[in-house]
C-alpha cells in the first residue's frame, strides 16, 4: 500500500466528481484504464474472459458502478447484471468437464457491489438491496455461476453482512469479502469461517478508530484473519497479491490439512499476471477479478492508490509531449 499522505489524498480523490470529470477528460487516461478494466460493454468483458478461462484461471466479473443514490440506476445495473449472466451461460457452453459444474470453485463468478445495486438509497435501501442481489443470484444460480459479495467502506459493513447472512438461507454458496485492515474483522472471520468468503487487506479510507493504519498492522491482521479462514470449514478466497501472504496461506493450508482444491487464490486483473500463471501451474485455484463497465473512476483511483509505481505510471502519462 502507498504509505504517507498520497493514499489517503488518492482515496478522497477517488471520490470526487470534480476529480472525475477533470480525469475522464485526459487523452492519456483510458490506456492506463485499459490496464485494469476490462473495457466498457459486456462483449469487451465476455472477450477478456475468454483467454483466462482457456489458461486454467477462473474468473470473478464484476460491472463497475457504486454509491447509487439513484433507484433508476440500481434498476438498470440489475437489469445490466441479468444480461451478463445470460450472455455468460451462453459463453459457458464453450468450457467443458468439470470447469462447467456449479462449485464453490466454479470457473464463473459475479462480484456484485450492493451500494451500485441501491443500499445507499435514503429510503428502504437495505431491503431495496438485498431485493435487488437476490434477483441477481437466482439468474445466476440458473446460468452456474457464483455469487460474492463485494466490501465497500465500514459504515455499510453491519448492512452488507446482514444482506449476506438473510440470503445464504436460499443460496448458501453466497460469498462475501472480508477486510483485513477492519479492527473488527477478526471476529467476523470467526463468525463466517464456515462459508466462502474472500479475504483481502481493504482498499478504502477509513478512520484509526475503525481500522489500522499501518501497513504492519495490516499485513499481521490478515495473517491472522487467513489463519482463522483456513482453520476453518469453509471455502478461503485469498485476495492478495502480496508474496507473503500468499506464502503463508500455502503454509496454513498444509497445516489445517486443506489440499489445493479447498481454497483459492484470488488477483485483480491486470496485476502480477506472471504470478496468476505460476500459481495455477503449481496446481492452485486462481480466480481473476474482471472489472468492466464505464464507471470506473472510484476503481481505478483506489488502484493507482494502493501502489506507487502505479500512481507514477499515471503522472508521467500525463506529462504533455
Ligand atoms: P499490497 O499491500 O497492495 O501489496 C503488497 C505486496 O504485493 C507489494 O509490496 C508487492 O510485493 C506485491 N504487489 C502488489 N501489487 C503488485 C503489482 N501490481 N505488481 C507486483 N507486485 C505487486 N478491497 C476492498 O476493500 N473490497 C473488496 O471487495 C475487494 N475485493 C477484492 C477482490 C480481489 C480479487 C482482490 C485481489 C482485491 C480486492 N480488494 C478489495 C482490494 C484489496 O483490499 C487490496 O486493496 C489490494 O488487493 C491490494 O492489496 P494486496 O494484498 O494485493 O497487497
Redesign the pocket.
Known amino acids: 500500500?502507498t504509505n504517507g499522505l498520497l493514499r489517503p489524498a488518492m482515496l478522497a480523490a477517488a471520490r470526487s466528481a470534480r476529480l472525475e470529470r477533470t480525469v475522464r477528460r485526459m487523452p492519456s487516461t483510458r490506456r492506463l484504464v485499459d490496464r485494469f478494466v476490462a473495457g466498457d460493454t459486456e462483449e469487451q468483458a465476455i472477450a477478456a474472459a475468454t483467454p483466462l478461462l482457456e489458461s486454467g484461471r477462473r474468473i470473478?466479473i464484476d460491472y463497475l458502478g457504486e454509491d447509487t443514490t439513484d433507484i433508476g440506476q440500481a434498476r438498470a445495473t440489475v437489469k445490466h447484471y441479468l444480461e451478463l449472466l445470460s450472455a455468460l451461460a451462453h459463453a459457458q457452453a464453450a468450457f467443458s468437464g468439470d470447469q462447467t459444474a456449479v462449485t464453490p470453485a466454479g470457473p464463473l463468478e459475479v462480484?456484485l457491489k450492493l451500494s451500485a445495486l441501491g443500499q445507499a438509497l435514503p429510503r428502504d435501501g437495505h431491503r431495496i438491496a438485498l431485493d435487488h442481489a437476490a434477483e441477481i443470484c437466482a439468474a445466476a444460480q440458473a446460468a452456474a455461476a457464483m455469487v460474492t459479495i463485494?466490501?465497500?467502506d465500514h459504515t455499510t459493513t453491519d448492512s452488507t453482512l446482514s444482506i449476506v447472512r438473510e440470503l445464504r438461507g436460499e443460496f448458501p454458496d453466497l460469498g462475501t469479502?472480508l477486510?483485513a485492515y477492519l479492527k473488527r474483522t477478526e471476529a467476523d472471520c470467526q463468525e463466517l469461517a464456515g462459508s466462502r468468503i474472500?479475504l483481502?487487506?481493504?482498499?478504502?479510507r477509513e478512520p484509526a478508530d475503525v481500522a489500522y493504519q499501518r501497513?504492519a498492522e495490516?499485513?499481521e491482521a490478515?495473517l491472522r484473519c487467513l489463519r482463522i479462514l483456513m482453520a476453518g470449514e469453509g471455502y478461503p478466497m485469498v485476495?492478495?497479491?502480496?508474496?507473503?501472504?500468499i506464502d503463508a496461506a500455502q503454509r496454513y493450508a498444509r497445516e489445517t490439512g486443506r489440499d489445493t482444491g479447498d481454497f483459492e487464490f484470488?488477483?485483480?486483473h491486470g496485476?502480477?499476471d506472471d504470478e496468476q500463471r505460476r500459481l495455477v501451474k503449481a496446481g492452485h485455484r486462481l480466480?481473476v477479478?474482471l472489472p468492466y463497465g464505464d464507471q470506473w473512476y472510484g476503481y481505478f483511483m483506489?488502484r493507482l492508490a494502493?501502489?506507487p509505481?502505479?500512481l507514477v505510471f499515471f503522472l508521467r502519462a500525463l506529462r504533455p509531449g
Not at 483481502?200 to 478504502?204: E, F, I
Open positions: 500500500m470473478s462480484s463485494d466490501a465497500e469479502v477486510q474472500r483481502c487487506k481493504g482498499a478504502y501497513r495490516v499485513d490478515y485476495a492478495t497479491h502480496d508474496p507473503r501472504m484470488q488477483m485483480l496485476i502480477r480466480r477479478y483506489r494502493e501502489r509505481a502505479n
